[in-house]
């Protein structure tokens, strides 16, 4: 079984790529995140067309994930129970569901922006909320994972320098914390191989030539159960999906699992 985790950021921009990838790399379930649409304007015919079935938390603007499978979706959870809201909503962050024998989440954690800022406040209690949800089926004894932009570098090897962050957020010893804090009700952090250079990067900024000059982070995270890290075979980041015209700024990573 093949399952990956892709930021499109825009799925309208991104759609014609999307497609042509969900054929060629035999994915079985794609987490998607930043659809930047509603969920009238997402594309599930034309996914449907390909054979997948979809489930989407979207309301347009920045934010929206889906869910795209083509061995079934059942029992579909829209949001993050008990996740908190910003500016008086609940954003469209997180949604979960059984594809096959595995249950999943697809998640876009919220940027946190600056450190001072109420939205890294935010970000933190989302966080925390995250953790309390996945607690009962990271426990559990069906295979589950946790995916998505998490919008933090789990470790210093995780952004390609780290004295460039330093102040900023994605790298501060809260957001980390809160990594620690999934990992302690039994998650594991999948990490993928780079197909190029020493470190797996997910994300390249589309300013300054970060890409060409591989000045990355690892953002994009699997984060599975024991029998989810039991089954996997293979990960990777299929670097290749990050270039040419029309792009996404983040790469999909891609997880084998034998189940």
Same mark, same amino acid.
């Given at each position: 079984m093949r399952i990956a985790t892709w930021n499109v950021n825009s799925i309208t921009a991104r759609l014609p790529r999307l497609l042509a990838w969900l054929e060629s790399s035999g994915t079985d379930v794609l987490c998607v995140q930043e659809t930047k649409c509603t969920a009238e304007q997402f594309p599930a015919d034309e996914l449907r067309e390909l054979g997948y079935e979809s489930v989407v938390n979207a309301t347009g603007r920045w934010n929206g994930v889906a869910l795209v499978s083509?061995?079934?979706?059942?029992?579909?959870?829209?949001?993050?129970?008990?996740?908190?809201?910003?500016?008086?909503?609940?954003?469209?962050?997180?949604?979960?569901? @059984?594809c096959g024998p595995v249950r999943l989440w697809s998640v876009?954690?919220?940027?946190?922006?600056?450190?001072?800022?109420?939205?890294?406040?935010?970000?933190?209690?989302?966080?925390?909320?995250?953790?309390?949800?996945?607690?009962?089926?990271?426990?559990?004894?069906?295979?589950?994972?946790?995916?998505?932009?998490?919008?933090?570098?789990?470790?210093?090897?995780?952004?390609?320098?780290?004295?460039?962050?330093?102040?900023? @957020?994605?790298? @501060?010893?809260?957001?980390?914390?809160?990594l620690e804090g999934l990992r302690g009700v039994g998650l594991d952090d999948i990490v993928p191989r780079p197909l190029k250079y020493d470190h797996p990067f997910t994300y390249w900024d589309y300013r300054q030539?970060?890409?060409?000059?591989?000045?990355?982070?690892?953002?994009?995270?699997?984060?599975?159960?024991?029998?989810?890290?039991?089954?996997?075979?293979?990960?990777?980041?299929?670097?290749?999906?990050?270039?040419?015209?029309?792009?996404?700024?983040?790469?999909?990573?891609?997880?084998?699992?034998?189940?």
């Open positions: 083509r061995v079934g979706i059942e029992d579909a959870v829209v949001g993050l129970p008990g996740g908190p809201e910003y500016e008086g909503a609940q954003e469209p962050r997180a949604i979960s569901a @059984t876009y954690v919220p940027n946190g922006r600056e450190v001072a800022h109420d939205h890294y406040a935010y970000k933190l209690r989302w966080l925390e909320a995250l953790q309390g949800a996945v607690a009962d089926d990271a426990a559990g004894p069906r295979p589950f994972a946790v995916l998505g932009d998490f919008n933090i570098a789990p470790t210093d090897d995780d952004v390609w320098d780290r004295s460039f962050f330093e102040g900023s @957020t994605h790298v @501060t010893a809260p957001e980390r914390a809160a030539l970060c890409f060409p000059k591989n000045r990355g982070m690892r953002i994009d995270l699997v984060y599975g159960n024991k029998p989810f890290a039991d089954a996997v075979k293979d990960g990777y980041v299929d670097r290749e999906e990050r270039k040419g015209k029309g792009a996404s700024d983040h790469a999909p990573v891609v997880i084998d699992l034998d189940v």
